[in-house]
């Protein structure tokens, strides 16, 4: 039964919701600002808002010095690749975990999400070594399959925990129907997990993109993603704090397009189950 | 005539396939401060001279540090040139890891190369890398302020005349604090301040056995006498300041001195970004009273090539380009004399042009005055000022300034941050086998 609520909780609700979201928004605001300021505004103390003259020097800047097209392309690449290899990879590791689960599913679940507990650096060694024997140091290829072996524990816990609300008898009704498993998983569970599947898809798209240690660590010229584009304007030693936020609005901005017109999909993949 | 013609073709021809065979593509990684900008802007100058093109990787100094040490510890052969500093390059010297620079050209003068600069980027009298440009630390000060206190800024004072004259040019009202300097934890950052501080009391890292030293009293004098000038005329917070925060702080008008990197002084005297670029003075680094070690430090930003590159010579060819006189003056053409990298030419510090630079003789004094073989007053058996150059000084000096560092924000007192520093450096150097 729904519960009655007064129009000043509600009131009172909807300010609290704006307030918060505001709070989070606010670091990407600020930056977005400081990119249309000066250096010396930038650093200015009181620190100034709106009011002051906007630039967009900062912005031909870092268009002058750094081929951003080539860095957003690879980080596309990269984060596109590897989510989508990844999602390859899960739905059927998730399904036969959902619908055909074995003694020992949970401990497999469990050792796939310990696997993230492990601090990157430590296997960077190895992992580098692999890249120099294997050619795949400073490509696409290597990151992307590097990425996507990362995120590929998130990927089957969510795939898994979305299968887990489908009726089993539904997929049984296919077999009995005559569906081999893969017409099973791919025409009947996939349709039925499709906000899922999508919400899986764009929360890893976000994450590969914003994977900032494997893509700095495993890269130089040429598969260097947008996160090396941030980092090459960052400096312990001088104020280019206008300019490097110039760079971060430039690498963020194509995924926050993405996250708003896809929120929709976002919001019902990660409530999916949330009510029965 | 046919034949000659057909001669002459095939000669032009030829000629163009073996330039076109020999020319290379470098890939540089190179950390992002203004001079190394500036290179990358004129590289075109080098492809126009020898038809080798240029890929940079420009990083944020300490992700630079991690992602070149991996590379060329692992053999890698990603980068063609690194850029590299006076800690890592006579380590890395050592283990065979860099191509060394003994054979440039005679044009290139490498007894030009200023010696400290040289010395520090050498080991066993080899050279392993070139200096870009090189910097030491100095005091900069708002002469107005210090106009305003009473007081005449000694060419060079002591810490004792800085103590008394921050305490007298801070003014909490107006929101002026009399001492900008670093706390922040980090070996190259607040760590190195505090060493270049110790050894203008008379403190060391070790003596002579790799024994600690942090529990002696020259340490004791100066970490208390730091956090008490700090306290009575620092600013707010200064546990978490390093270059950047007090740069912003100087150039907005509040502080009244600053000792840091000589690179600095272009910064605060830029009239785009300084409110104070026209009231700045300098002076050297101060030592404490009684003790004949000045607190300045000498560093560079080198080119060397990793041992593991397949271009060895086209390397060369880049390195004796982006450190010769040559592009001093292609510097000084397109951007004028101010902005040509100071610190690593005797001669650019003869050049009459040069001269004139309000910042340029005390730079060169600043270097001059570095000694990296005597660092303090006491023997010691390492070579560095503000680090110690061995391969465990990095995780060894950040854990101590990490204490120091709580001291300063008032977490623990001096006493308790040496002791666990003495105890930390003692076993750390145990299980590194110095001991």
Redesign the interface.
């Known amino acids: 039964m729904a519960r009655a609520v007064t129009n000043n909780r509600k009131a009172f609700n909807t300010a609290l919701a704006w307030l918060v979201g505001l709070l989070i928004f606010f670091p990407i605001l600020w930056t977005v600002l400081t990119s249309f300021k000066t250096e010396a505004q930038a650093i200015n103390d009181p620190p100034l808002f709106l009011f002051f003259d906007w630039t967009l020097e900062n912005y031909s800047v870092v268009q002058e010095r750094s081929d951003y097209l080539r860095y957003l392309w690879n980080s596309v690449f990269i984060a596109g690749g590897s989510t989508l290899l990844g999602i390859v990879i899960a739905v059927p590791a998730a399904w036969s975990m959902a619908f055909v689960p074995s003694r020992r599913t949970k401990d497999v679940l469990l050792w796939m999400l310990s696997t993230k507990m492990l601090p990157a650096v430590g296997v960077l060694y190895p992992i580098y070594l692999l890249f120099i024997q294997l050619g795949l140091l400073d490509t696409r290829i290597g990151l992307t399959i590097v990425l996507m072996l990362i995120n590929l524990p998130i990927i089957v816990w969510m795939l898994y925990t979305y299968f887990r609300e489908i009726p089993a008898e539904i997929l049984e009704a296919a077999r009995m129907d005559g569906a081999s498993l893969r017409e099973e998983i791919l025409y009947v569970l996939t349709p039925m997990a499709v906000p899922g599947i999508a919400s899986t898809i764009l929360l890893n798209f976000i994450l590969a993109w914003n994977e900032a240690f494997w893509t700095l660590n495993l890269t130089a010229a040429n598969a260097a993603p947008l996160t090396a584009f941030i980092a090459s304007y960052s400096s312990p030693e001088g104020l280019f704090y206008a300019k490097l936020s110039a760079a971060s609005t430039m690498a963020i901005a194509p995924i926050l397009i993405l996250g708003w017109f896809s929120q929709k999909q976002l919001v019902r993949g990660l409530t999916f189950g949330a009510v029965k | 005539m046919e034949y000659t013609a057909r001669t002459l073709l095939g000669a032009a021809a030829l000629s163009l396939l073996a330039s076109t065979a020999f020319a290379e593509t470098l890939?540089i990684?190179t950390?992002?401060?203004?001079d190394m900008?500036r290179m990358?802007?004129l590289t075109d100058d080098f492809t126009k001279k020898t038809g080798h093109e240029v890929?940079?990787?420009?990083?944020?100094?300490?992700?630079l540090r991690?992602?070149v040490t991996?590379?060329i510890t692992?053999?890698?052969?990603?980068?063609d040139i690194m850029t590299i500093g006076m800690y890592e390059t006579p380590i890395w010297g050592k283990n065979g890891w860099l191509v060394p620079l003994d054979d440039l050209s005679a044009e290139y003068d490498v007894d030009d190369l200023l010696p400290a600069m040289r010395a520090g980027l050498s080991y066993d009298g080899t050279l392993f890398a070139a200096p870009f440009y090189g910097e030491s630390s100095m005091i900069m000060y708002r002469t107005d302020l210090m106009e305003k206190a009473g007081l005449e800024m000694p060419e060079a004072p002591t810490w004792q005349f800085i103590r008394e004259a921050a305490k007298a040019m801070t003014d909490r009202d107006n929101d002026i604090n009399g001492i900008c300097l670093r706390g922040k934890a980090g070996w190259?950052?607040g760590g190195a301040f505090i060493t270049v501080t110790g050894n203008s009391f008379g403190a060391r890292w070790f003596d002579e056995n790799w024994n600690a030293q942090f529990d002696q009293p020259e340490w004791a004098e100066a970490l208390n006498f730091f956090v008490g000038m700090m306290n009575e005329s620092g600013p707010a917070g200064y546990a978490t300041n390093?270059?950047?925060e007090n740069?912003?702080l100087f150039?907005?008008g509040?502080c009244g001195m600053w000792i840091d990197?000589t690179?600095a002084a272009s910064?605060v005297t830029n009239p785009?970004?300084?409110?104070v670029a026209d009231k700045v003075g300098f002076a050297l680094a101060p030592n404490s009273e009684g003790v004949d070690k000045k607190s300045n430090w000498l560093w560079a930003w080198a080119l060397a090539i990793p041992a593991g590159t397949q271009k060895a010579d086209a390397a060369k060819e880049f390195i004796e380009w982006a450190t010769s006189k040559g592009y001093i003056e292609l510097v000084a053409e397109n951007e004028g004399w101010a902005n040509v990298p100071p610190g690593a030419r005797t001669s650019l510090y003869e050049n009459p042009n040069y001269k004139d630079i309000p910042f340029a003789k005390m730079t060169l004094d600043s270097i001059l005055a570095a000694d990296p073989n005597n660092p303090t007053v006491k023997p010691v058996p390492y070579v560095g000022i503000q680090f110690v150059a061995i391969p465990e000084f990095a995780g060894i000096g950040t854990e101590v300034s990490q204490e120091f560092s709580a001291a300063y924000a008032g977490q623990q007192s001096v006493e308790e941050a040496l002791a666990k520093a003495q105890a930390l450096t003692n076993d750390a150097m145990e299980a590194a086998g110095y001991r």
């Open positions: 890939t990684a950390v992002n401060n203004g900008i990358q802007g890929e940079w990787v420009t990083l944020e100094e300490n992700v991690q992602r991996t590379d692992t053999k890698g052969g990603a980068f190259g950052e390093g270059f950047n740069l912003s150039q907005q509040r990197a690179v910064f785009d970004d300084s409110t």
